[in-house]
């Protein structure tokens, strides 16, 4: 499995992003798509995961501000970011699962500072 993922850059504190990962190769229902992220000098840690059935968990950081959605078509998962905290700058990491394997992009930065 190969994931691609897009739409990192610098956003202004309050702002928006939104970062897309879409999975190519063999793939199995029942995945799990998802994000993690890690920041300067920190260990990797999860931000939120879509069952393909449509199951949700975000971390607790998230408070309402981020929300993952995916197409199951397209193999994609989204991650929308809003009211973005310079705290929020980090390597965001696509992550995919599906029968025991897990499988991470390169990673896009988003930068929060103005």
């Known amino acids: 499995v190969q994931l691609q993922a897009s739409g990192g850059g610098l956003v202004q504190p309050g702002g928006s992003l939104r970062l897309s990962c879409a999975a190519s190769g063999i793939i199995f229902s029942g995945n799990i798509m998802g994000w993690d992220r890690q920041l300067i000098g920190h260990q990797r840690e999860r931000v939120g995961y879509?069952?393909?059935?449509?199951?949700?968990n975000y971390a607790d950081f998230v408070k309402g501000r981020f929300t993952i959605s995916r197409d199951n078509a397209r193999n994609t998962v989204y991650l929308q970011m809003s009211n973005l905290k310079p705290e929020d700058t980090a390597v965001y990491y696509c992550?995919?699962?599906?029968?025991?394997?897990?499988?991470w992009g390169r990673g896009t930065l988003v930068t929060v500072s103005s």
């Open positions: 992550h995919f699962m599906q029968r025991g394997m897990d499988y």
């Open positions: 879509m069952t393909s059935n449509g199951a949700i």
